[in-house]
């Protein structure tokens, strides 16, 4: 079974960094990873949840409005690892960050999320 696993949360000041690491496990093949578009989303308190970068198997990015230049979604493969690299972090970016992978070729239709780690920014 497929998990995902957000870590690097936590409290930071505003003006500060963060890296956020997606570990995926379970797939049946040991490749299976690089066959997945990552993406990290993220939720605040009362509002929707926003795309905040995403990063094809094939290594094109995008970049939500707002967070390129700020933020660097980047993967490795060989470790089944995808990350967000947060800089210059402000209270808005206060949230719930999520990870989420969907497959493409092969595993076109696979879906999967993460719990989720909180970001706090403040003072």
């Known amino acids: 079974q497929v998990q995902l696993v957000e870590s690097g949360g936590g409290l930071v000041q505003p003006g500060g960094s963060l890296r956020l690491s997606c570990a995926a496990s379970?797939?049946?093949?040991?490749?299976?990873?690089?066959?997945?578009?990552i993406y990290w989303y993220r939720q605040a308190p009362g509002k929707e949840r926003e795309l905040v970068a995403r990063?094809?198997?094939?290594?094109?990015?995008y970049y939500g409005e707002g967070f390129m230049g700020r933020f660097t979604i980047y993967r490795d493969n060989g470790k089944n690892m995808a990350y967000l690299e947060m800089k210059y972090l402000t209270p808005e970016d206060t949230a719930v960050y999520l990870c989420n992978a969907q497959g493409v070729r092969t595993y076109r239709g696979r879906d999967y999320w993460g719990q989720g780690t909180q970001v706090t920014v403040s003072s």
């Open positions: 990063l094809r198997n094939d290594g094109t990015t």
């Open positions: 379970g797939f049946a093949s040991g490749s299976a990873f690089r066959w997945f578009d």
